[in-house]
């Protein structure tokens, strides 16, 4: 007890001398999504019940059409605003550019809201161009998302206008936008920077692109874990294991898809830049379709002949228990890394540097724990023919998988150290606390010292 005492207070003692960088997203943030992602499920799942306890017969059992889940994102997104704002009083930070004492007249920022309109306008033209010309849009899933973006359009124009003119009333600096360097190079004005306007264009293809694929894919979790039959969860453990594992991807996806839609500089989760590396976008998004590579009959495709865990395990139930928790607790910190992320979550940018849970251990616990996760659950050395050569060429296929997220990680670093201090304080304090990363630091430089000391003993044979 009195070591368990010493120990705890040499642990306070050290946090408080070398505190942990301030997160720009408080852990509630996301927690509150969290929370009524819960609620609307269980409504949603019990939706017959409840609209006929008032009287309302002939309802559907359950609310699992795919409207719903977007449903579901909006309900996600209320608790999230509200907390951000009314707690974490977000609005009021320095890096969102806004200063709410000041309150221009509308006729003074009614030139500059106009040059933004049309800059957003014509971004979203781009889009809709980009959309129509590209036919993977119009296959599913992705054909739910159009006809969202379809039935949106209107409003969200509508819309734009007295949100531009709001926010430019209490901008610092109301030009210093990047959109509206875009608007004022498509209105033919002088004054724009080339710069910002590829910051700008950056931003909204990261957007345009994921928010898109976020949409088509929201209602295929979200009906499975909707109409789940929870009796017969505790008598199989693979079902038990798939079941909670979609429950994760569920809040993964719902909370990731509220951090793609609400890029917005009054709640201070607008986008501060995008990576602007080449090797970045390309490690990205060879990750997520059409362009991925590590599908089944895609480039780098690790499934050949591979059966998964469930099967070789199948001999030993209570072996699938342990081993499902293992997959259950991965999955896990995967869903706990996007949620940690707040209102903030989304690829290829910078809106912000997270350094609250899993992100205090290591720097990519999501990545890790993913690629975790596929090598447990698909078993790569293990194949139905028993052929090595095949297990072989598995495991170097899903080698190479990590390796993309392995150069993925290294390509959002080098963006995020690059334009961004906060950052670089945030690694500093990982590389002297964080357990995971101490301990690839420590491989790293016994790696370094042997090869090293094989050096210093080819240069010397006589020593």
């Given amino acids: 007890m009195m070591f368990a005492k010493a120990t705890k207070a040499a642990k306070s003692a050290h946090s408080q001398s070398d505190p942990r960088p301030r997160s720009v997203s408080s852990h509630m943030a996301g927690l509150s999504g969290l929370f009524m992602l819960?609620?609307?499920?269980?409504?949603?799942?019990?939706?017959?019940?409840?609209?006929?306890?008032?009287?309302?017969t002939g309802m559907p059992p359950h609310l699992d059409g795919p409207f719903a889940s977007l449903m579901s994102v909006a309900m996600c997104a209320i608790p999230m605003v509200l907390w951000s704002v009314l707690v974490d009083k977000v609005h009021r930070n320095v890096s969102t550019g806004i200063d709410w004492s000041i309150k221009r007249p509308v006729r003074e920022v009614l030139d500059i809201s106009i040059v933004k309109l049309a800059g957003f306008w014509s971004t979203w033209v781009l889009l809709a161009a980009a959309y129509f010309t590209f036919r993977w849009y119009w296959e599913p899933p992705y054909t739910f998302a159009m006809d969202v973006f379809e039935g949106l359009i209107g409003p969200l124009v509508a819309l734009s206008i007295p949100y531009i003119i709001w926010v430019d009333r209490h901008l610092v600096d109301p030009k210093k936008d990047a959109v509206w360097h875009f608007g004022a190079w498509i209105a033919g004005r002088t004054g724009y920077d080339k710069a910002q306007i590829k910051h700008h264009l950056r931003n909204w293809l990261v957007k345009g692109f994921f928010v898109a694929f976020m949409t088509s894919i929201l209602p295929g979790g979200y009906q499975q874990i909707v109409n789940m039959d929870l009796s017969t969860l505790l008598a199989n453990p693979v079902l038990f294991t798939g079941t909670l594992i979609g429950m994760m991807f569920l809040v993964d996806v719902q909370l990731a898809t509220v951090g793609y839609v609400l890029t917005m500089k009054p709640?201070?989760?607008?986008?501060?830049?995008?990576?602007?590396?080449?090797?970045?976008?390309?490690?990205?998004?060879?990750?997520?379709?059409?362009?991925?590579?590590?599908?089944?009959?895609?480039?780098?495709?690790?499934?050949i002949n591979t059966a998964g865990w469930e099967h070789w395990l199948a001999l030993w139930p209570s072996v699938q228990w342990v081993w499902g928790a293992g997959l259950i607790f991965l999955t896990g910190i995967y869903a706990w890394a996007t949620m940690a992320f707040g209102l903030r979550f989304s690829n290829l940018t910078n809106r912000g540097v997270i350094t609250h849970g899993p992100y205090a251990w290591t720097k990519h616990p999501a990545y890790i724990s993913k690629n975790l996760f596929w090598w447990l659950s698909t078993m790569p050395?293990?194949?139905?023919?028993?052929?090595?050569?095949?297990?072989?060429?598995?495991?170097?296929?899903?080698?190479?998988?990590?390796?993309?997220?392995?150069?993925?990680?290294?390509?959002?670093?080098?963006?995020?150290?690059?334009?961004?201090?906060?950052?670089?304080?945030?690694?500093?304090w990982m590389a002297r606390n964080a357990p995971i990363t101490r301990f690839f630091l420590w491989v790293k430089s016994w790696f370094i010292g042997n090869r090293r000391d094989s050096s210093d003993g080819a240069m010397h044979p006589a020593e």
């Fill in 267 to 303: 709640l201070d989760s607008h986008i501060r830049s995008a990576n602007p590396f080449v090797q970045g976008w390309v490690a990205a998004l060879a990750c997520y379709p059409p362009f991925v590579i590590m599908d089944m009959g895609s480039a780098f495709d690790y499934h």
């Fill in 381 to 428: 050395f293990l194949v139905t023919t028993g052929s090595t050569v095949e297990a072989f060429r598995n495991c170097m296929m899903l080698a190479l998988v990590s390796l993309v997220y392995f150069w993925r990680a290294k390509t959002e670093e080098a963006h995020l150290r690059a334009e961004d201090p906060a950052y670089g304080e945030y690694e500093a």
């Fill in 38 to 56: 819960i609620a609307w499920v269980a409504f949603a799942r019990n939706f017959g019940e409840i609209a006929a306890s008032f009287g309302y």
